[in-house]
């Protein structure tokens, strides 16, 4: 054996993971659903080591500053096989990371349908009903990873602690999110009761202890320092607004007795789904760019994501909108009956009945999005959806034809990541007046500013 491949020593990481939102990692069509969560022989839903690791090592090399030199590589593997460079089969292992209660997570799983709607007329396409398994959040995974160091990069351990150390931060700040639609809020996770173990195998006595499992005196970090952050413009909206009357987002039970719509729910709480958010607001983007002269489905294109049914080709999403949970309602079953246009009278057999949130003095709402390379003219048609949401003309969710899924802003807050630049405003509905302050003294104008952009943009592209 070659002196460099000698293993000089191992670090053990354990903890638990949670998925602080709805997860999917899917598995395919199955015979009644159209996305099947995967899951191992026994049904229990679990995240696959390739689809974690992948999805780390995607987030770092986004985020981070990678190491000179083949740090990064020895790390992780080598993507490329080239006979003129040195290449690394990767020398951190992480295994599957399991539920941590199986019966638990069997009663966690949960069905949620979905659809597309026509942005030029505003109704649900024909025969574009779908639905997919999820499984509900709060579920814990136990996670453990082994980093292997050998005689060739021993001297250079503490650049490999760093990848280690900022592994433990994203996943401890909540910054990464595995599986599918992880751009409308699901795939969110986090770490929590982190151990790690370092064994050296110059010592006899931890040689002996990891060979027999025997793990004592853990730590909560493995280096005071972490790789570098790439500079990249960052937006982030939060946005709390109140119910101006009710508002539904449609769920369907398979229960006959059930009323024929209630609001969606995730964990038993009401929520405001970030796929509903998400649509709703391109829909009304595209009919703002349509306003101006140009076309709004190619403009939101680069924006919010984009994937050709013929060619399949896909353009992922720079926008994240957060699933939130819906503050402070009322939830009252209300019938309803269909009209005949035409007489004018009762249809037969046509009574239905919705189970809709409505607002309470103090009801709350949050709409959060997140924009990654984010760009001036992003942050003005932002600004302009913000505006119609806040003024009730951007609805969300279902039966917008009696008034549903309208809002009255209450408060925002906003924070421009340019560079080395940090923009921060906040709005503040004071008595039905806007009040806008900020971290500069001409905050409003910057704002305005944007929204100059964003129309010379789309002017520019027609």
Known sequence: MNNKDKLVGKIILKGKI??????????????????EIIKDKNGVPYIPASSF????????????????????????????????????QSHFILNDLTPINEDLVKRKINIRNGIKINNKIGITEEKAKYNYEILEPQVEFSFQGELTLRQEFNEKKEELYKILQTIINILKNEKLKVGAITTRGFGEIKLNNIEIYEFDFSNEEDAINYLTGIYTNP???????TLEKKNKNTFYLTAELKIKNSLIIGSYSPNPEAPDKT?????????????????????????????????????????MGYTDENTKEKIKSRMYVKETTVEEYLKKLQNRIRIDRFTGGVIHSALFDSFA????????????????????????????????????????????NI????????????????????????????????DIKGNKENIKQELENFVSEFIKSVRGRR
């Open 357 to 400: 949130l409505w607002a309470k003095e103090n009801n709350k709402v949050f709409v959060k999005i997140k924009i990654e390379e984010a760009k001036d003219e992003d942050i003005g048609l932002l600004l302009l959806l913000l505006k119609d949401l806040w003024t009730g003309h951007l609805t969300i969710g279902g039966e917008k």
């Open 53 to 88: 690791a992948g999805a780390l090592r995607h987030y770092i090399k986004n985020n981070y500053k990678v190491l000179d030199g083949n740090s990064f590589e020895y790390f992780w593997g080598s993507n490329i096989i080239d006979e003129n460079k040195e290449t690394y």
């Open 18 to 35: 949670i998925n602080t939102s709805p997860l999917i990692i899917g598995q395919g069509k199955g015979d009644l659903i159209d996305i």
């Open 403 to 434: 008034g549903r899924g309208t809002f009255e802003g209450i408060f925002a807050k906003i924070v421009y990541e340019k560079g080395e630049e940090k923009i921060k405003a906040i709005l503040e509905n004071k008595n039905g007046k806007l």
């Open 263 to 303: 609001h969606i729910e995730s964990d038993g709480k009401p929520v405001l789904a970030g796929t509903s958010v998400k649509g709703a607001i391109r829909n009304k983007a595209v009919k703002i760019v349509n306003t101006l002269g140009g076309n709004g489905e190619e403009y939101v294109k680069d924006l």
């Open 219 to 225: 730590k909560t970090k493995i280096s005071e320092n």
